[in-house]
């Protein structure tokens, strides 16, 4: 539908205005003196900021990986927001969403990213002063690749394995640390790099969690893991090098072991993530600080929105301030805010507004003012329409505080909308009956009328996944009208979904959502 979303019109004729985005658009490309870094007048996100910003290097990491990828006009949107926003640096975290010419198959379905988009994207970002580098994952996380026949030789388990936290996989994630599995890896960068004028590059390398396993099995049972991890990781910097990029990388490896750390090229950058209100940078920062990384190192705080309907604002403050300040203690060069969409990503757009905030402010070193967020939401956001947005948005940022987590990073109602009932009534042993009210009458507080039908969207989610557990708590069956409603809410994700999404991996994302109920 290009940038602008359209007024829609429901059977009793109730406008729903949903973000002016064409507007909002003219608003902000239109404002060419605030891509030097001043925020629009109407909002005080940068009201009594600093001279100089706490961190070098500002930046965003989207996941377009996870089945989303952005519409180009959306992803030119987001970009005119950071640029307000005062990033100097986004990255599109690739696994298989871009368009390799030899290897349609893998990509076929994902309506990836073209070398002319990525192109036509970093010359939109150049003009706002905004660096796109390049993040293509060059280890682990590559089940895209390694699930079909032309790539599983490279695999460490092409038979799969046993996920430490999933259970047993049918194929493999992680290369074997290998030279065919480098070369293959340098083919890949000799046709993605060129896209870009950055001279950085993110390989990834986290979380290669069968690494050992499988054909490597025999050389880490004598060596040991992080010392066959090291080897291949130095040679994907040799190759970093070899197309003249310079390399960042996931640190979570290579901080299992901090006696290694210091054997690191001193011309790479460790990135350093962790998405929690208490994760450990203090430890971890200091680890790479003194090993000579002081001045090169980045801290990357979660969106936490993720495996959320509504997006976990009070864990997203905790764990951006947190970053923050024992990155700045540190000697931190960047903060790299990353959104992921793990497992479907099903949450809607507007959660990730307040991170992009929150993050911008703490990068800069501003604090972060809880009761102007909504107002700055609406500013940024949806200047053309009435307030009430950002207040929306951050009551539902707050919604999944009210009970308690499964397991991080993840919200209750999230699991409790993807989890099938035997499994769900074991899950609400723990969780009284008043607590789920207490969750049903704050959501019903939230009036998503006349607001972002993505907002909206986001009510219904959660709406339908606290009814759902209210009523096996009280021992009922499942009723038609709750097959209704499911099937009303699964067709409006998908209507909305192609507002500012390519159709690429909707359908999976739908098929997860289905299997709830079949």
């Known amino acids: 539908m290009g ?3 359209q007024r829609l019109e429901p059977a009793n004729q109730q406008v729903y205005r949903s973000i002016p985005a064409s507007s909002w658009n003219r608003h902000v490309r239109s404002s060419s003196l605030h891509f030097a870094g001043m925020a629009p007048s109407t909002c005080s996100i940068f009201d009594h900021a600093p001279a100089h910003p706490a961190f070098e290097r500002r930046g965003l990491m989207l996941d377009i990986s996870r089945n989303r990828v952005p519409t180009m006009d959306w992803l030119k949107t987001l970009i005119d927001a950071l640029a307000l926003l005062r990033y100097n640096e986004l990255q599109l975290y690739t696994e298989h969403t871009f368009a390799y010419a030899k290897h349609a198959a ?6 990836p990213m ?10 939109y970002c150049q003009k706002r002063g905004i660096e796109l580098v390049p993040n293509q994952n060059s280890f682990a996380h590559l089940e895209r690749w390694l699930r079909h026949d032309a790539y599983k030789h490279l695999a460490e388990c092409p038979d799969g394995f046993e996920h430490p936290i999933a259970g047993w996989r049918t194929f ?7 030279e065919e599995s480098a070369a293959f890896i340098d083919t890949l960068y000799e046709e993605f790099l060129p896209n870009f004028t950055s001279k950085q590059l993110h ?13 490597s099995q025999e050389r880490v049972d004598r060596e040991g893991k992080h010392l066959l991890y090291m080897e291949f990781l130095n040679r994907l910097f040799a190759l970093a090098e070899k197309h003249e990029h310079q390399a960042q990388f996931w640190a979570d490896i290579i901080l299992e072991r901090p006696d290694l750390v210091p054997q690191l090229p001193k011309n790479v950058t460790p990135v350093i993530w962790g998405y929690e209100a208490d994760s450990p940078y203090a430890e971890q920062c200091q680890i790479v600080a003194d090993a000579g990384f002081k001045g090169n190192f980045y801290v990357a705080p979660g969106a936490g929105n993720w ?13 951006i301030t947190l970053a923050a300040e024992e990155g700045r203690r540190h000697g931190a060069s960047g903060l790299l805010l990353t959104a992921w969409g793990d497992n479907g990503h099903h949450q809607p757009w507007p959660t990730l507004f307040p991170a992009l905030i929150m993050s911008a402010q703490a990068a800069w070193g501003c604090p972060i003012d809880d009761d102007a ?6 500013a940024l956001f949806y200047p053309d329409a009435a307030p009430g947005h950002g207040a929306a948005i951050c009551a539902l940022g707050k919604i999944d505080a009210l009970l308690p987590q499964p397991a991080p990073p993840s919200s209750f109602l999230h699991s409790a909308f993807f989890t099938t009932e035997p499994a769900l009534n074991d899950l609400l042993q723990t969780i009284a009956r008043h607590s789920l009210q207490t969750v049903e009458n704050a ?13 909206g969207l986001s009510v219904k989610l959660n709406q339908y996944a606290i009814a759902r557990c209210l009523r096996i708590k009280q021992g009922h069956a499942p009723a038609a009208q709750e097959s209704d409603v499911y099937e009303s809410l699964l067709q409006e994700f998908e209507t909305l979904w192609t507002e500012r999404s390519r159709i690429g991996g909707l359908a999976e994302s739908l098929e997860l959502m289905r299997a709830t109920i079949t």
């Open 443 to 455: 959501l019903d507080q939230i009036d998503p009328t006349g607001l972002d039908p993505e907002i």
């Open 203 to 215: 390989i990834g390398c986290d979380e290669p969690w069968e690494l050992g396993q499988g054909r």
């Open 373 to 378: 967020l909504p107002e700055q939401i609406d």
């Open 172 to 178: 493999g994630g992680t290369l074997a640390p290998t």
């Open 106 to 111: 893998v990509w076929e379905h994902a309506s």
């Open 307 to 319: 495996n959320s309907f509504s997006g976990r604002l009070d864990v997203a403050q905790a764990n």
């Open 3 to 5: 940038a602008g979303r």
């Open 114 to 123: 073209t070398a002319a988009e990525i192109r036509e994207i970093d010359a």
